[in-house]
């Protein structure tokens, strides 16, 4: 993102010129992720004509693996970068665009068990990751770096709190890392352990959108279980990033009262500054789509433009992870992210579990 947005921000570029710069790098999304789409409709057409049972691995994870193969083999060349990191404006594009098969009946059924879920899991994260850092020794702006970004939505939150807190470009980089790994891993850990054990679309999806941090990580990962489970885990994954604002502010706060981060002047800018905007892009299209404004066909035409644009996401989760650089990273900053991520898990699968007991689901 940060290549793009100096494109975006630099007055000596034309703005056909900004634009064009992007074109190489989305085209690469575009192709990387529409192969995703035909491997899993050939296997499918396969298994089908030859009358085998085959596994039905989506173009979710087809997508990630290609872009996986791809970075860390040929590489990414400079000039596909700025469009590459476009991935997020698609991830959040087709989050936006995902409200139309949500009505407010649904959100507000599961809105009450996802924020009391929401708020046992940061304090779980917060705390645990914390306790993690100090006893592994971390430096203290590494150690609130890993704690945002598992709580509440990885890597995002990490670049927001970054600034926040004066925190580092080594600290954020050994952050980001630790997520991502994680994040990948989950991908493929998380279906097999709800399909292991029986969890219905509802609870994996809410259980993904809880404990996979990285929004197009487990916007995959719901995807991978089912669609429906996909559409679980973007609500409650939504929920989570609703409270960047108010996490990133408090750690502001904290570490300007230590003295070693800007004082916060003011604060209503800095949380609307840091609110994830596409939420209320997600909320408005759900409203419109409850009130009944969308024709059947239109809501199917705009649910299709969600799809195409995660397939513009998921390669480039791949193509922007970089197997190399994390295993530069050092071994601490990972036995912390990975020993907080599977107790976070395990807590958060505890909480999907009862619920589902509780309100059948």
Not at 128 to 145: C, D, Y
Not at 146 to 163: D, E, N, T, W
Not at 218 to 246: C, E, H, M, P, W
Request: proline share 3%.
């Amino acid at each position: 993102m940060g290549q793009a947005a100096t494109a975006l921000r630099n007055p000596a570029i034309s703005i056909p010129r900004r634009f064009l710069q992007f074109i190489p790098g989305t085209l690469l999304l575009a192709v990387i992720g529409y192969a995703g789409k035909v491997t899993e409709q050939s296997i499918a057409a396969y298994g089908k004509a030859h009358h085998l049972t085959l596994p039905n691995i989506e173009y979710v994870l087809w997508a990630i693996v290609f872009g996986l193969i791809v970075a860390n083999t040929v590489g990414v060349p400079g000039v596909f970068r700025p469009g590459v990191a476009t991935y997020e404006f698609w991830l959040k594009a087709g989050i936006v665009l995902l409200g139309v098969r949500f009505l407010l009946g649904d959100i507000v059924r599961l809105g009450g068990i996802s924020l009391v879920c929401v708020a046992i899991e940061l304090f779980v994260a917060i705390t645990l990751m914390t306790w993690l850092g100090r006893a592994f020794n971390l430096t203290p702006k590494l150690t609130s770096l890993l704690a945002i970004g598992s709580s509440i939505c990885g890597v995002s939150a990490i670049i927001a709190a970054k600034g926040a807190i004066d925190a580092d470009d080594e600290d954020a980089s050994y952050a980001i890392a630790a997520i991502l790994a994680l994040g990948a891993f989950s991908l493929f850990a998380f279906p097999v352990i709800g399909h292991a054990l029986g969890l219905s679309d509802h609870a994996f999806g809410l259980w993904a959108g809880l404990a996979v941090d990285n929004t197009a990580e487990a916007t995959a990962a719901g995807a991978l279980y089912s669609d429906a489970a996909g559409k679980f885990a973007v609500l409650a994954k939504t929920t989570r990033n609703a409270t960047i604002g108010f996490v990133v502010l408090a750690y502001a706060l904290y570490w300007a009262r230590k003295s070693k981060a800007h004082v916060v002047a003011h604060k209503g800018a800095f949380l609307w500054q840091k609110f994830p905007k596409f939420v209320l892009g997600f909320l408005l299209i759900s409203t419109l789509a409850t009130l009944g404004v969308f024709t059947k066909p239109q809501v199917a035409d705009l649910a299709n433009l969600s799809r195409w644009a995660f397939l513009l996401t998921f390669a480039g989760v791949g193509l922007r992870t970089d197997l190399r650089q994390m295993r530069k990273q050092g071994l601490r900053p990972f036995v912390v992210g990975a020993v907080g991520e599977f107790a976070i898990a395990g807590v958060t699968l505890g909480m999907v579990a009862g619920a589902s007991r509780l309100f059948a689901f």
